[in-house]
């Protein structure tokens, strides 16, 4: 099994700054098949990155996916408010995939 | 309106059975694989099973094998995740989710969850 490994656990920031949030797998994703989803309390999980770095529709651009074999990133280029939240990586293909723990992104 | 929304949630005995459903609107489902992916506090998010848009192919993660049977009607735009030998450790949020593109299981929709406990 592909373990990702996200890090870090928690990221405090104020709004306006920027945020790098990391995702390590164990092994190399073929295809950099590597998705990121936000999640919000009380809300189901929101595609924001696929293919390693391809925006999902109605994303703003201030999200972007970088990286290749294992070593991903999600970068956040100036928070807003609404960015707080829980993120995940995904690694995915055509079989079963596996979820990051998530990385926690509070207001400072 | 593009949307998936579940049902069938509740507590439920270990041992028991389940049904859940998930309406699709908005767009062409039977064009779209369709996935269940739970979460639960102790375990994240997992992958739970997938259903073809023919139908025809089905997997299933190791851990519900046997014991979880997927369905869709593409008439009625509905997808169903029948749970037998319900265990403590079932008890999640369970999503349905789209599949983003032909073959590649990331997910661009997904429904709001609906929750199911198992416990005596």
């Known amino acids: 099994e592909n373990v990702l490994t996200q890090s870090p656990g928690t990221l405090s920031l104020s709004p306006g700054e920027r945020a790098t949030l990391s995702c390590r797998a164990s092994?190399?994703?073929?295809?950099?098949?590597l998705a990121w989803y936000q999640q919000k309390p009380g809300q189901a999980p929101r595609l924001l990155i696929y293919?390693?770095?391809s925006r999902a529709t109605g994303i703003p651009d201030r999200f972007s996916g970088s990286g290749s074999g294992t070593d991903f990133t999600l970068t956040i280029s100036r928070l807003e408010p609404e960015d707080f939240a829980v993120y995940y990586c995904h690694k995915y293909g055509n079989s079963p995939g596996t979820f990051g723990q998530g990385t926690q992104l509070e207001i400072k | 309106q593009v949307q998936l929304v579940e049902t069938g949630g509740g507590v439920v005995q270990p041992g028991r059975s389940l049904r859940l459903s998930c309406a699709a609107s908005g767009f062409t489902f039977s064009s779209h694989g369709m996935h269940w992916v739970r979460q639960s506090p102790g375990k994240g998010l997992e992958w739970v099973a997938v259903i073809g848009g023919n139908e025809r192919t089905q997997y299933y993660a190791d851990s519900v094998k046997g014991r979880f049977t997927m369905s869709r009607d593409n008439a009625k735009n509905t997808l169903d995740l029948q749970m037998n030998s319900l265990r403590t450790e079932d008890t999640a949020v369970y999503y349905c989710?789209?599949?983003?593109?032909?073959?590649?299981?990331?997910?661009?929709?997904w429904g709001r969850g609906t929750l199911v406990t198992v416990s005596s």
């Open positions: 092994q190399s994703v073929s295809s950099n098949y």
């Open positions: 293919g390693a770095s």
């Open positions: 989710a789209r599949e983003g593109n032909w073959g590649e299981w990331y997910f661009d929709l």
